[in-house]
């Protein structure tokens, strides 16, 4: 069985995370013109799981995929806009589930305690909690990444291939090659 | 007396907000790779106050912004890195004021209470907090800002103003006409 996994690496398709007049323009219409951003529309409106790797910069997402969730986690594509303004309605009614691996120079100390972890919770509040309810999380996150060795890297490599086989099931195939590696890179 | 006040539209210059892979592969090497954001660079370390006007999208920084703190706080510029990468060293000594004015969406419980103000937490602990310790910061946000009438915007731009007076004094000429209106509209 397994999954049928669709690879969308950013920066190698040149991705622009800018939102762009024309998409701002069109945020509060009728229909969010999101003709520039068509085929990642596509995969993200039929895809049942996602896996995102990256690394955290500044507590953040790299500008690219902060700019991913700007132009195509939009009006029409991942929710609706309520008539009210009020809370929004959801539209990522097919994801239902979501795993993350990320990279933080910082101690876990840190990002849990000063900072209360604002990538996990904006994922989980405010992007899946809005627009994917039914969407479980598991959110891995590498501390002091700048000072990784091989041991390390290894034992990380090994979390993420059991975390990945308990989160998506034994048949799993996502733990491929290369994926996991690029991840720990500092 | 006033301030000399120079304006940095990101979007009107069109910023790539995307941290290249030559400023990469130079972030942990002596010198930090540059060349391709040198006016934003000399902008940033040459400035005493920061005015920052944007909306939050994902109780986040709109991508072009992510990207200039991802590209232009970078290493040798905004921050040294440690020896033994432990806590960064401050190099932003010349920054003494932020100010911040942004608009969300959503209700202040859901950003103060559910995500705990990522945006404020992150520029108060990460950014200022590493680059320029002894940098105040105001932060204003307009919250609900999808229904906003005329009425609650001239409340809010009169808030500006004089938060903008209280902070950085009575010559102040940074409550330029336009610069806080943009930052009302939803």
């Known amino acids: 069985m397994g999954h049928e996994v669709q690879l969308e690496d950013l920066y190698q398709k040149q991705f622009d995370p800018v939102l762009s007049i024309d ?3 069109s945020y509060y219409q009728e229909n969010y013109d999101s003709s520039k951003v068509s085929p990642e529309v596509e995969k993200l409106t039929n895809t049942d799981a996602l896996v995102l790797i990256f690394p955290t910069w500044w507590f953040g997402f790299p500008a690219i995929l902060k700019g991913w969730f700007d132009r195509v986690w939009a009006p029409t594509i991942a929710y609706d806009h309520a008539n009210d303004y009020g809370p929004i309605r959801p539209k990522l009614n097919n994801l239902k589930k979501t795993f993350v691996v990320t990279t933080l120079g ?8 000063i900072l209360r972890r604002p990538v996990k919770r904006i994922l989980r509040f405010a992007l899946l909690g809005a627009c994917a309810k039914k969407c479980k999380l598991k959110f891995l996150s590498f501390y002091k990444c700048e000072s990784v060795n091989s041991v ?3 034992k990380q490599l090994h979390k993420i291939e059991d975390e990945l086989t308990k989160f998506f099931g034994n048949n799993s195939n ?6 996991g590696e690029k991840a720990c890179r500092p």
Chains 1, 2 share one sequence.
């Open 106 to 113: 910082a101690p876990w100390w840190v990002d849990c305690i």
């Open 152 to 154: 390390r890297i290894d």
């Open 23 to 25: 998409e701002r323009l």
């Open 174 to 179: 996502l733990s491929a090659p290369g994926d």
